[in-house]
């Protein structure tokens, strides 16, 4: 009895831990394996993709797919340096064109007296206020003093990855009553700073960066850009906080006019661009994970960008990718979050109303695609571009589509309606951009907007303004038009400045755009 007794007992272990593991004991075990291996798990012999048939021996790939994927994710990884690295070169370009116009010291700074036109390639620059743009040279300079006037615009200053370092202006620390900000450079202890800081209420800020970018926006007056030109020329004050006893006398550079170039490369030498400002910033400047991916393809503070021939070819190819999936992140939707309203094509300044891009109050993490869309077209944000500041900030609405939801031709005519009483205590313009360059739309107008505190425009019998764009300006309708150029492709920008309740709410919206013909 106790040889049958220990064989039921041994039957039962086996049932039991078939049960345990899921395997029916009759089961037959996987070729090669003492045991049913799930095929979830296995790699085939061959397998079809994307990059090509790939070979294997027992899930080891032979020598021919193992060059083929790693090309793939060399690719991939030059895809994805371009979406993420945006920030960072659109920066760059920005201040290489800044130099190639004269501005290269603490003390001197591009104004645009005749307001910014369209000769000047800046994404989505504006033609409705008066700019003062600068950089500043932490590391050369160390840290560097920023006066500012009262009666200054919304203003910004960014670090090298294009973040919000400090709001300048109404929404920032002095409300729009002019004050001086004392920059630091990265790591720079406040400690450091005792004996240095003359006397005054400084409102101190450290960039993360030793590159910082500084944009100073003012205000037409009678719909003239004098008062601000004067301002800014009489007002603002920046040296080196070592200077401080005697600073030296500000230079300006005439910017309206000026034909230059502020847009990152769609090519190749987008890489490059990135480059520089990795090797200039702090290690800690980036975060391990976008460090590792821009070392990936090469790209790593104190070494130099020098790929081989193989990894040249795949770089390129990578631009044209990223360049590609960029427009199409701008052109075309992905989540129904990107437009304003239900049952329109109007698309929001920043998808999910965040700065920072985070998606869901950042339970989502960073919403890359939404950062890599407003990086392609834009240059600047912060929070007073997206906040409910009523009467302080600045808010947008991007014009892409017409009502039918086809892409805006430059050879056809359009009609815009805008109703009265425009939630803008300053102004509301509209203001068309190159497809190509996202920079304004060069034409037979040096300025192709309108501002409704700027230009005298036709008005409808129920207050409300029709904008005209196309080839050709519609009769009698002159006032009201912006010119278009065929065989382009554009889109508008919406800008209300020191928006009121009435755009929050959403009482007051921009019509469609319609087509006339």
Wanted: aromatic fraction near 12%.
């Amino acid at each position: 009895m106790r040889p049958r007794r220990l064989e039921a007992v041994l039957l039962a272990t086996l049932v039991n831990c078939a049960l345990i593991t899921g395997t029916s004991v009759a089961e037959e075990a996987t070729p090669g394996f003492n045991t049913k291996i799930p095929e979830s798990i296995l790699t085939p012999d061959t397998v079809d993709t994307k990059v090509g048939t790939l070979k294997f021996f027992d899930g080891i790939p032979d020598a021919d797919a193992a060059k083929a994927l790693f090309a793939n994710l060399d690719l991939n990884r030059g895809l994805q340096t371009i979406l993420n690295g945006m920030p960072a070169s659109n920066f760059e370009a920005g201040r290489r064109g800044h130099i190639a116009l004269g501005q290269e010291k603490a003390n001197q700074a591009i104004i645009f007296d005749g307001l910014m036109d369209s000769s000047s390639l800046f994404l989505t620059g504006n033609a409705g206020t008066v700019y003062l743009t600068m950089f500043l040279d932490l590391e050369r300079d160390g840290p560097t003093v920023v006066e500012i006037p009262a009666g200054t615009g919304p203003g910004i200053m960014i670090d090298s990855f294009s973040r919000n370092i400090v709001d300048v202006g109404p929404p920032g620390p002095h409300k729009g009553n002019g004050g001086k900000f004392l920059i630091l450079p990265p790591g720079y202890e406040e400690a450091d700073l005792d004996g240095l800081v003359p006397q005054g209420d400084f409102t101190i800020a450290e960039s993360r960066s030793y590159a910082v970018w500084v944009l100073l926006r003012g205000f037409l007056k009678d719909g003239k850009p004098d008062y601000s030109s004067k301002l800014f020329r009489e007002g603002v004050k920046i040296y080196p906080l070592s200077a401080a006893a005697n600073p030296p006398e500000m230079e300006f550079i005439e910017g309206t006019g000026a034909d230059f170039n502020t847009v990152h490369s769609a090519r190749y030498e987008f890489f490059e661009e990135l480059h520089s400002v990795v090797d200039r910033e702090p290690l800690e400047f980036l975060d391990p994970e976008l460090r590792g991916l821009f070392a990936s393809i090469g790209i790593q503070k104190g070494k130099p960008f020098a790929p081989d021939d193989r990894m040249k070819k795949i770089l390129v190819q990578a631009a044209k990718l990223g360049n590609a999936t960029a427009r199409a992140l701008f052109w075309y939707e992905r989540n129904q979050d990107e437009f304003l309203y239900k049952d329109s094509y109007w698309k929001r300044g920043m998808i999910g109303n965040s700065y920072e891009y985070l998606k869901d109050q950042g339970m989502g993490g960073r919403d890359i695609d939404a950062r890599a869309q407003y990086f392609y077209m834009a240059t600047f944000n912060s929070p007073a571009m997206v906040w409910k500041l009523i009467g302080k900030g600045s808010q947008y609405a991007w014009g892409y589509l017409d009502e039918n939801g086809d892409y805006l031709d430059g050879g056809k005519s359009y009609k815009l309606n805008l109703p009265g009483d425009a939630p803008a205590e300053k102004f509301m313009s509209i203001v068309v951009y190159d497809s190509q360059t996202r920079s304004m739309l060069q034409t037979d107008q040096p300025y192709p907007n309108k501002n409704n505190k700027r230009d005298k425009l036709l008005t409808n019998d129920d207050g409300s303004i029709d904008i005209y764009f196309g080839p050709e300006a519609p009769e009698g309708k002159e006032a009201n038009w912006i010119q278009t150029m065929p065989n382009k492709g554009w889109f508008a920008l919406l800008r209300l400045y020191s928006p009121t309740e009435a755009w929050f709410d959403k009482t007051w919206r921009p019509g469609e755009i319609e087509l006339v013909e």
